[in-house]
């Protein structure tokens, strides 16, 4: 069973910073990419940030680029979300996913593609 486990959140104010971490618990296995989402109360789970394992190649959403950067340790198996000067709006539960399959990124900034999913973590910024 493979299971995607996520680490790193929390409460911080505006401005503030937080580094998020997922890795693999359980059987590991290879994936194509690697994406952060996102979900506020009420509204539908938004694409964050993604990385290719191969060469690190990274795209982002707009209401995050330059204040987030996402990347891996292929080493450890792991992707982290480094957020900076976070904001109010950035309040969310966040999830990892892992996408087996390569893809281009207008895929990979789409839910479907992805194969596992983290059960989230609660980030909350306050103002």
């Known amino acids: 069973q493979v299971q995607l486990v996520e680490s790193g959140g929390g409460l911080v104010q505006s401005g503030g910073s937080l580094r998020l971490s997922c890795a693999p618990s359980?059987?590991?296995?290879?994936?194509?990419?690697m994406g952060w989402f996102r979900q506020a109360p009420g509204k539908e789970r938004e694409f964050v940030a993604a990385?290719?394992?191969?060469?690190?190649?990274?795209n982002y959403a707009d209401s995050v680029k330059g204040r987030f950067t996402i990347s891996r340790d292929n080493a450890k198996n792991t992707v982290y979300l480094q957020m900076n000067s976070l904001k109010p709006e950035d309040t969310a539960v966040y999830y990892c996913?892992?996408?087996?399959?390569?893809?281009?990124?207008?895929?990979?900034?789409?839910?479907?593609?992805?194969?596992?999913w983290g059960q989230g973590t609660q980030v909350t910024v306050s103002s």
């Open positions: 996913a892992a996408a087996l399959s390569p893809s281009p990124w207008s895929e990979l900034r789409l839910n479907g593609v992805y194969n596992y």
């Open positions: 359980g059987r590991t296995f290879g994936s194509f990419a």
């Open positions: 990385i290719i394992w191969s060469g690190g190649a990274t």
